[in-house]
C-alpha cells in the first residue's frame, strides 16, 4: 500500500536535501503514518531546525536571537517566546572531563539538543553523550532489534514506533525493576504514558513531549477583517465546530485571500476524529461510517464552500501561503512556533492559540526507550530519566523547540503562566498543558496503520470531489475488512 503522503509536494526550499529527509522521515516515517500524528503534517516540513551546532550558516539559534529576541542554546523561553520577566544568560560550558566508552551512551534522536547534553553532564559528569542522527530511526531501529547489532543504547521514537514495538519486543521494559518508572506513572500526561504501554502492561518508552491538539490564529488578519481576534472572546464565540466555520465564513467575505483553515482533511475530519478518541473498532466491527459521518460531511462542505486554503501544509506552496497571510488559522503542535520564527520571524507576536471547538485532544507524543541489547542500561535509564522525568529537561525542549512536556510536574515552573511574545503576549503554555490534561485517551490497535492508510485517500478523495462522505467511508470500511482478517462492518 503507498503511504498517502507520497502525493505531498517536495522538500521546501528553506531546507538541504539530506536534512529534509533526515527530518520528514524521523519524524513521521513517511511510509507508515499514524493517525494520532496526522495533524502534524501540518508541521510535516515546518518544524524548527534543531540545534545542531553552527552547520547552518544562518542557524536557528542566530535567527532567533536576531529576530525574535531569544536563543535557543540558552535555555532560555520557548521558541518565539521569551517572558517578560529578564531572561537569565546561557550556562557556561559544563567542565571537561575523560570518560572512557563504557560510560559513554549512543542515543539515537531527531537532532542534537547541545543545552540539554550540557544540563544532563552537570548532573551525571561520569556519562557522555554521542548523539546520532539516525535519519529514518524507526526502520532502523527495528532492523536492529531483528538482528540484535548496529543499536543505540537509547532511542526515541513516537506512538506509532510505540505501537510496532510493542509487537515486535526486544524493548526494555522501564515500569518493572530496577527502573521501576511505573511509580512515575501519576506524573505524566495519561494518553501519553498509555502510547507506550503493551497490552501486557509492560512500558517500552517514557513519555518525552505531548502534541495538545490546538488552533493558532492570526489576530492581525482577523483584526483587518473587522472580526473578533481576543483570544478570550474568540473562544467563548468557537464553543462549536458550526461556530468555527461560520467565522470561516466572515474571513472570506471581508478576506477573501485568507483561509481560516489550511486543509479542511486535518482541520476538521481528522480533528474530529482524535476528539473522538480516534476510535476504530468497536469489538471487531469497524465503526467509521457510523462515528465519523458527519465529520467527513463537514469537511466537504468546508472544501466546497472555499473555507480552507485546500493546501496541503509542506511545501513552498504552505511557505508561500503563510508568508502572504493565505493561510489564517490552523491545528498544529507546539513546534509550530519554531517555524514561524526561523521562517517567518516577522509574524512573532501576530498568531494567537485556543483550544478545539468540541472538546480537548492530543494529537500524539514522542518516547525515549532502551534496547535490551544495550550493555550500559544503567547510564542509559539516567539519561532516559533526566530528559524525560525532570522538570529542567522537559522545559528545556519547550524552551529550545516547542514540544510540551508529557512530564506534568514540569508544568509548575512559572513559564507556563507568563506572558509569551509569541502570542501577542499571550499566557499560551497554560492553556496547552490544560488541554494536554483534559484530552482523552485514545485507542490503539496493531492495525491502526494500514487502517489509515486505507482510510485517509478515501476521506481526502472525497473532500476534493465534493462527493458522498458516507459512501467514501463505507468504502473505507470495505477496504479495512478485506485487508484484515476477522474485522466485520
Known amino acids: 500500500m503507498t503511504s498517502p503522503l507520497r502525493a505531498l509536494p517536495p522538500c521546501p526550499p528553506w531546507h538541504d536535501a539530506a536534512h529534509c529527509v533526515r527530518r520528514a522521515r524521523s519524524d513521521l516515517h513517511l511510509t507508515s503514518l499514524s493517525p494520532r500524528t496526522f495533524l502534524v503534517v501540518h508541521s510535516l516540513h515546518t518544524l524548527p531546525r534543531k540545534e545542531q551546532g553552527m552547520s547552518h550558516a544562518r542557524s536557528r539559534r542566530a535567527i532567533l536571537r536576531s529576530a525574535a529576541g531569544f536563543g535557543a542554546a540558552s535555555v532560555l523561553a520557548a521558541c518565539g517566546a521569551q517572558q517578560t520577566a ?19 551512551i549512543t542515543v539515537w534522536y531527531y537532532a542534537d539538543s547541545l543545552s540539554l547534553v550540557e544540563a544532563f553532564r552537570r548532573a551525571n559528569p561520569t556519562i557522555a553523550i554521542d548523539f546520532q542522527h539516525q535519519g529514518d530511526i524507526q526502520p532502523a531501529l527495528e532492523r536492529g532489534l531483528r538482528s540484535g547489532t548496529n543499536l543505540p543504547d537509547v532511542v526515541a521514537f513516537d506512538e506509532l514506533g510505540a505501537q510496532r514495538l510493542c509487537a515486535q519486543g526486544g524493548m526494555l521494559d522501564l515500569g518493572a525493576a530496577p527502573f521501576d518508572a511505573v511509580a512515575l506513572r501519576g506524573d505524566f500526561v495519561p494518553s501519553a504514558w498509555n502510547g ?30 473587522g472580526l473578533p481576534a481576543v483570544p478570550e472572546q474568540l473562544q467563548q464565540q468557537l464553543d462549536t465546530w458550526d461556530a468555527l466555520l461560520t467565522l470561516a465564513q466572515e474571513l472570506r467575505a471581508a478576506h477573501p485571500n485568507s483561509a481560516l483553515l489550511s486543509d479542511a ?15 476504530w473498532l468497536d469489538g471487531s466491527k469497524v465503526v467509521i461510517e457510523e462515528r465519523y459521518t458527519e465529520a467527513a460531511q463537514m469537511a466537504v462542505l468546508a472544501r466546497r464552500q472555499k473555507l480552507d486554503a485546500d493546501i496541503v501544509p509542506s511545501g513552498s506552496s504552505f511557505t508561500a501561503a503563510v508568508r502572504e497571510g493565505q493561510i489564517a488559522g490552523l491545528f498544529a503542535p507546539g513546534r509550530f512556533q519554531g517555524y514561524i520564527s526561523d521562517v517567518h520571524f516577522d509574524q512573532v507576536g501576530k498568531w494567537r492559540v485556543l483550544r478545539a471547538p468540541g472538546g480537548d485532544f492530543n494529537q500524539g507524543a514522542r518516547y525515549l526507550g532502551i534496547p535490551a541489547a544495550s550493555s550500559k542500561q544503567e547510564a542509559a535509564w539516567e ?18 523547540g516547542g514540544d510540551l512536556p508529557a512530564f506534568m510536574p514540569a508544568w509548575q515552573d512559572p513559564l507556563y503562566d507568563a506572558p509569551v511574545s509569541m502570542f501577542g503576549d499571550q499566557r ?9 490534561a483534559a484530552a482523552p485517551v485514545p485507542s490503539a490497535t496493531p492495525h491502526d496503520q494500514t487502517m489509515f492508510e486505507l482510510l485517509y485517500p478515501k476521506v481526502r478523495d472525497v473532500v476534493a470531489a465534493s462527493g458522498n462522505a458516507g459512501q467514501a467511508l463505507r468504502d473505507a470500511e470495505a477496504a479495512i475488512v478485506a485487508a484484515i482478517p476477522g474485522l466485520t462492518v
Open 383 to 400: 539519561f532516559v530519566r533526566f530528559c524525560c522525568g525532570t522538570a529542567e529537561a522537559q522545559n528545556a525542549f519547550l524552551k529550545v
Open 86 to 104: 529578564a531572561m537569565p544568560t546561557a550556562l557556561p560550558p559544563a567542565p571537561t572531563a575523560t570518560i572512557g566508552p563504557e560510560r559513554t
Open 428 to 436: 499560551a503554555y497554560r492553556l496547552w498543558a490544560e488541554v494536554a
Open 265 to 279: 482533511v486535518v482541520d476538521i475530519f481528522f480533528a474530529r476524529w482524535l476528539q473522538a478518541g480516534g476510535v
Open 196 to 225: 507506550a504501554t503493551t497490552p501486557e502492561g509492560h512500558q517500552i518508552g517514557m513519555p518525552l513531549n505531548v502534541s495538545p491538539g490546538i488552533f493558532w490564529y492570526r489576530s492581525d488578519i482577523l483584526e483587518a477583517a
